[in-house]
């Protein structure tokens, strides 16, 4: 206990072999999410993984969540792919960057606790909606093709992708495999240098300023014209290579389609070099995106979708084999590692032609820092809007996984707008460095709990594990099959589909599971800011029905002692303006010189227009000889939004007179 009565943690020298054991488990847990992530979005792997490193090292140590893991989120993955669908790498870095100052802001003003305030629909139809978008692309990536543009498209080619997948492959001669293999090599490593020659080009030519700069800028393009052209010497020795090969004796259709792609690709490389060579600033960007788009045609034409689909399966099938039946003692090791080392064993073992993931040597290479053209080129409407809802997705979900980490360990609560403003610096920080943008992941942080993590060094260590793999091993990286990671994200996005939060909503309120279902859907078919603003509007439109809410009952009651005739004005809900009209039409309807009752016990609130409505109607209605019996007190009560005494009245006030009176 600390002086001030509070739960704390100890410091890192007594905890310090708890905290590596568990650093070791989140590092094993982190590195294929960080990675498969990276590869939802589109976006290079080195960029998922700087995200995890930084948010292990940084954030772990600006952390106000001691226990909390922070990394790359399956649930930013739709809002990255389309920046970068639309905008480049590049953009994205801005957005990311824009979205982490926002949060930084949002800490400083000490907002942390406001972005809890979603209603559980929305949160939950989001997540789910995303979960859907990432399982429908991730099924393409499995079989080793290439996701359609939007989720709807997704969706609908489902059934092709599972066509694909679908026939039993044949293990065809050794020989023909290694030469199957060599080629998907071959391509995937030229496809890797085009895509770096294409985001380093993008970083040096601004097309913008003065003319002296321009010409500065176009004289830096012939840097990269050699590469360029070995790239397509590199494609014409693998157009001579394969006419005499053993794919082209097996199979020469498929052969002369393959070599047809690869002579296209040749061309427009070579293209490409020209526009280099000739410092052409204005059609350089077009001729390196044509190259990168025919050089992963070539990759689509040497693919095997039906060797790929079963080691996406052999994945999936790996972790829930291990989550059903893997012994107590060694629940620790992370399902989605055991499945990419067993997928990437038999891979290996029966030299399977497959994709594997692309990696630069050194990392900084394979990063898309942003650049000043980005504010230029891309609309800053556009980016504010994607930033800003980058920022309010990133921190919701980052403060509700924080609420469920709590509920896990006996330490010090969450401090919110502190883990918020480490939040913010960690994605200003991969936005600079071109990385995707984190959240808490309530996997990795429970991953860390579950493995004995007392303090934030365990998060601090897990990202140092990160940043000495990608630096000394990344050649292990290229021997992971895409299709692996694919699997993973299959299966995460399955998991993310809360179907039993919908039934649990659907029993509790019906209107609520409305909402989670009608955001999934618009996310789905439109895309996730209007789907998570749909279902915005809809709890602020169910919350305005609720409080609109006015039962207004009149009951004629017995006579009393006197002759005068007494009513009875029953009132239940919320009396506010939007329901003066009701209330009115009621008073209208006492009979003149009648003793009115107001029953005020299942009134929650009475708004000022309604008041007055009451306080003028009942002195008109003393003036026509009538009274009205109310405790005034209790109706002045819900005005200031006092809740009901719920508590039985005492022996004396039982004896006092009620507070009301007769007008």
């Not at 943008?437 to 007392?454: C, L, Y």
């Not at 649990?504 to 996730?528: C, G, M, N, P």
């Not at 003793?595 to 299942?602: I, K, R, V």
């Amino acid at each position: 206990m600390a002086a001030n009565g509070k739960r704390r943690f100890p410091g890192w020298t007594d905890t310090w072999r708890q905290d590596l054991l568990a650093s070791l488990v989140v590092f094993l847990v982190a590195l294929p999410l960080c990675m498969g992530i990276a590869l939802a979005c589109g976006a290079p792997i080195a960029s998922g993984l700087v995200t995890g490193i930084i948010g292990g090292i940084v954030v772990g140590l600006l952390t106000g969540a001691p226990l909390q893991v922070s990394g790359p989120a399956a649930g930013l993955t739709v809002i990255c792919g389309e920046v970068i669908r639309q905008h480049g790498m590049p953009a994205l870095g801005v957005v990311v960057l824009i979205a982490g100052l926002l949060q930084l802001v949002a800490g400083l003003l000490k907002l942390g606790q406001w972005f809890r305030a979603v209603s559980p629909a929305v949160i939950h139809g989001m997540l789910s909606g995303i979960g859907v978008l990432i399982l429908s692309s991730q099924i393409h990536v499995m079989v080793d093709d290439r996701p359609r543009e939007n989720g709807l498209a997704n969706l609908r080619s489902i059934p092709e992708a599972i066509w694909k997948g679908l026939p039993l492959p044949t293990l065809e001669p050794a020989e023909l495999r290694r030469e199957r293999i060599e080629y998907l090599q071959l391509f995937g490593q030229l496809h890797e240098r085009q895509s770096e020659i294409e985001t380093l080009v993008a970083r040096g030519t601004t097309r913008h300023g003065s003319e002296r700069q321009q010409q500065l800028e176009a004289e830096q393009l012939t840097d990269f014209v050699p590469q360029q052209k070995a790239i397509a010497a590199d494609l014409g020795a693998a157009v001579s290579r394969l006419s005499a090969s053993s794919i082209a004796k097996v199979n020469g259709a498929r052969t002369e389609a393959l070599a047809a792609a690869v002579r296209k690709a040749q061309r427009e490389v070579n293209l490409a070099a020209r526009d280099l060579a000739a410092h052409r600033l204005e059609t350089v960007e077009a001729s390196q995106a044509a190259a990168q788009r025919a050089l992963a045609d070539v990759l689509t034409n040497v693919k095997s979708h039906d060797w790929a689909a079963k080691i996406g399966l052999l994945s999936i099938a790996v972790i829930l084999l291990w989550q059903a039946f893997a012994p107590k003692r060694l629940k620790l090791i992370p399902g989605p590692l055991l499945a990419v080392v067993a997928a990437t064993l038999v891979v290996w073992y029966f030299a399977l032609p497959v994709l594997y993931v692309e990696v630069p040597d050194r990392l900084l290479d394979g990063l898309a820092f942003p650049t000043p053209n980005v504010l230029q080129d891309v609309p800053l409407r556009s980016l504010l809007v994607s930033g800003l809802m980058m920022a309010v997705i990133a921190s919701a979900e980052t403060l509700l996984c924080a609420s469920a980490v709590d509920q896990m360990h006996t330490g010090p609560r969450t401090n919110y707008d502190k883990e918020l403003t480490a939040q913010g610096i960690g994605n200003m920080l991969c936005g600079l460095m071109g990385a995707l943008p984190m959240t808490g992941v309530i996997v990795r942080s429970a991953a860390n709990v579950q493995a004995g993590g007392r303090s934030n060094l365990a998060s601090i260590l897990h990202g140092l594990w990160l940043l000495v793999f990608v630096v000394f091993l990344t050649a292990l990286l290229r021997v992971i099959p895409t299709a692996a990671l694919a699997g993973i994200l299959v299966f995460t996005g399955f998991k993310l589909i809360d179907w039993k939060g919908f039934w649990h909503l659907w029993k509790y309120s019906r209107s609520e599971a409305a909402i989670f279902l009608v955001t999934l859907v618009v996310i789905v078919v439109e895309d996730l800011l209007i789907g998570v603003v749909t279902g915005i509007v809809l709890s602020a439109v169910k919350l305005l029905i609720t409080f609109s809410h006015l039962e207004v009952e009149l009951v004629d009651l017995a006579a009393g002692k006197s002759d005068r005739r007494r009513v009875s004005l029953k009132l239940v809900g919320a009396a506010t303006f939007l329901r003066l009209p009701v209330l009115a039409a009621k008073l209208d309807e006492v009979p003149q010189g009648a003793e009115l009752h107001a029953d005020l016990e299942h009134l929650d609130y009475v708004d000022h227009a309604c008041l007055d409505l009451l306080m003028n109607w009942a002195k008109q209605h003393e003036s026509s000889g009538g009274s009205l019996v109310i405790d005034w007190g209790q109706l002045h009560g819900r005005f200031r939004g006092e809740k009901r005494r719920v508590a039985k009245p005492s022996d004396s006030e039982k004896e006092e007179e009620p507070q009301s009176s007769a007008a």
